[in-house]
């Protein structure tokens, strides 16, 4: 019983976060059915360091330190209970499984409720940032059992990305905490992609930027206040040529993406809470008409519709995308938290948004330097803010960017250049933003047609009309 901590599933994620441990001082050891990924494991070890691959589960099993500390890394669903069938034979009270992958917190929910009374502890908890995150330092966000989190809490301190010294990770709340704040992290995560991807289209099709502008301005733009890792992979993606043809690479990727159901998960459970996250949802649907490349072939020859290069000063159009970008991107963030705010207390999960700002800070895909605003703003209210956009340092720096934000979407559509998350960002803020929506004349409606009732602004109580007798 010689080792810290054990894996199972030697992928690339599940190697390079032992290897991580490992180069942190923690002897380790994984499982994976096929032989050669143990060896590459081993191979690719630190000299010096303390890593053994395996092809039989109990000698993973046997060699571990009580308690036994156990993550998986597999395929969501199905695979995760199989791992935990197989396990249960082989483990005793008091140790720890620990499922680092995407599951959706329904199921995660449904692990620790299975496992708790066998005295085992199952921590959901969502890893970001990727094979390199995962070698080099990811963002970890552990939920679950607070005193199982103790034990691995050293471990996940040391193999964190660090902001400030301080590590990237922190205990996200109860039960599948963990993979609520990971799911609502892709959330933003598909939400910045589009509106990155919206602001590339008007200044390429729009504004007729070539590649290696767009480059250019990417770089300015990483190098300032909008820095964070998807402007910054952007920037490099512009620069990339194509190994057959030596052309600009991204020039001929086909515009259709794919998703495995993060995106999607987060909008269905933000209707059910409910709360708003329209950005959210618009950038899962943007994936969806992605994918129906065929129907906007046949569309586009009926409608032909003719992007004409927008004339103007190029810089101004380029200010005002910067501005817009940032805008919309704080309203990302904005909906995602208030999500989790209200998850929080609806689900009982106790989930410290101060500690999932400050999580996010490094090592995950959403990273930005805004992280470090929002955790100020936390740092001040805690869990009493309900949405960023409440916050005054948060609505100081908005104010400056709203003239450029409606600038840019009003180009955009008199471009016929779809922009409809930066849109969906902007009338969120001004839906939110205002003291009297037209959500008066929804009222009359439901009552005239279905008797449904309503509120008046100048009496209490509840009122209905018999409507149409005055036409
Ligand atoms: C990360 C990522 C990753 C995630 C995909 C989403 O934080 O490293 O969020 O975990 O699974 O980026 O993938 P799809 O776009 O395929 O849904």
């Known amino acids: 019983q010689q080792y810290d901590f054990g894996m199972i599933g030697l992928g690339v994620m599940g190697r390079n976060l032992l290897l991580n441990m490992a180069d942190h001082g923690f002897a380790v050891i994984g499982f994976d059915l096929d032989a050669q990924k143990g060896v590459s494991l081993e191979s690719s070890a630190t000299k010096g360091t303390s890593v053994k691959g395996v092809t039989a589960l109990i000698d993973l099993v046997n060699n571990l330190k009580a308690p036994k500390k156990i993550m998986m890394l597999v395929p969501a669903g199905k695979p995760v209970d199989d791992v935990i069938e197989s396990l249960l034979p082989l483990i005793s009270k008091g140790d720890i499984i620990i499922d680092g992958g995407n599951s959706h917190y329904t199921d995660t929910l449904r692990r620790v409720n299975y496992l708790h009374p066998k005295g085992i502890h199952f921590m959901g908890m969502g890893v970001s940032g990727g094979e390199q995150g995962a070698r080099n330092g990811p963002s970890i966000m552990p939920g679950g059992d607070a005193e199982a989190y103790q034990h691995v809490k050293p471990l996940l301190e040391a193999i964190a990305a660090k902001v400030n010294n301080e590590p990237c990770t922190a205990y996200m709340g109860k039960d599948a905490a963990g993979h609520y704040v990971k799911m609502v992290h892709n959330g933003i995560e598909y939400a910045i992609m589009q509106l990155i991807s919206e602001v590339y289209d008007i200044l390429k099709r729009g504004a007729g930027l070539s590649n290696s502008e ?10 300032g206040e909008l820095q964070s890792f998807l402007v910054e992979i952007t920037r490099d993606i512009f620069l990339q040529k194509d190994d057959l043809t030596g052309n600009d690479l991204l020039d001929v990727i086909l515009d259709k993406a794919g998703s495995k159901g993060t995106g999607k998960w987060t909008s269905q459970d933000a209707m059910d809470l409910p709360v708003a996250i329209p950005t959210i949802d618009m950038s899962v649907s943007l994936r969806t008409v992605s994918a129906y490349k065929d129907e906007r072939v046949l569309a586009a020859s009926l409608y032909k519709p003719v992007v004409k290069i927008m004339k103007g000063n190029k810089e101004a159009i380029i200010k005002q995308l910067h501005d817009a970008l940032y805008f919309a991107t704080i309203i990302c963030y904005a909906q995602g938290l208030a999500m ?132």
Request: net charge positive; with cysteine; charged share 25%.
């Open 214 to 223: 767009l480059h250019e301005v990417f770089k300015q733009w990483n190098d």
């Open 340 to 471: 989790l705010h209200k998850a929080s207390y609806e689900l009982k999960m106790d989930i410290p948004l101060k500690d999932v700002v400050k999580a996010w800070r490094g090592g995950c895909i959403i990273r930005s330097s805004l992280l470090e605003v929002f955790y100020n703003a936390y740092n001040k209210k805690g869990n009493k803010l309900p949405n960023i956009l409440l916050d005054k340092s948060i609505a100081g720096i908005i104010k400056k960017k709203d003239r450029n934000m409606r600038a840019a979407v009003k180009i955009a559509s008199q471009n016929k250049l779809s922009c409809a998350c930066l849109m969906s960002a902007l009338s969120y803020f001004d839906a939110y933003t205002t003291e009297r929506m037209p959500t008066n004349l929804i009222q009359a409606q439901r009552d005239y047609f279905g008797a449904h009732t309503y509120q008046r602004t100048d009496k209490e109580g509840t009122f209905h009309t018999v409507w149409g007798s005055n036409e």
